[in-house]
């Protein structure tokens, strides 16, 4: 059983930055950032595969970096130049198999006003 709580989200103005936070309680190979805009389904934005490797939606390289804080058993997401179609409701995510996301957190919401 892994629990996850994300933190962090709220409006900002296109081009700002927010910083997502996530701590994880019980054990899991990867962990990754999701997330849900409206009317779509829920895709990988960011995902550390068993603490080693990253994966990058093509919409956000670049703009957006994963790390993990395995002393602290946190995962973040730092987001940078912030689009409106980054817009979504964000939530963080575990692989107890290192492959298949079997656990979400609740969601934080990002909302980018032009």
């Known amino acids: 059983q892994v629990r996850l709580v994300e933190s962090g989200g709220g409006s900002v103005d296109v081009g700002g930055s927010l910083r997502l936070s996530c701590v994880a309680s019980?054990?899991?190979?990867?962990l990754g950032w999701f997330r849900q805009r409206k009317g779509e389904e829920r895709g990988a934005v960011a995902v550390?595969?068993?603490?080693?490797?990253?994966y990058y939606a093509d919409d956000v390289q670049g703009r957006f970096t994963i790390s993990q804080d395995n002393s602290k058993n946190m995962v973040y997401l730092q987001m940078n130049n912030l689009k409106p179609d980054d817009t979504a409701m964000y939530y963080c995510?575990?692989?107890?198999?290192?492959?298949?996301?079997?656990?979400y957190g609740q969601g934080t919401q990002v909302t980018v006003s032009s």
């Open positions: 550390i595969y068993n603490g080693a490797s990253t």
């Open positions: 019980g054990r899991a190979r990867s």
């Open positions: 995510a575990a692989a107890t198999n290192g492959i298949d996301f079997d656990y």
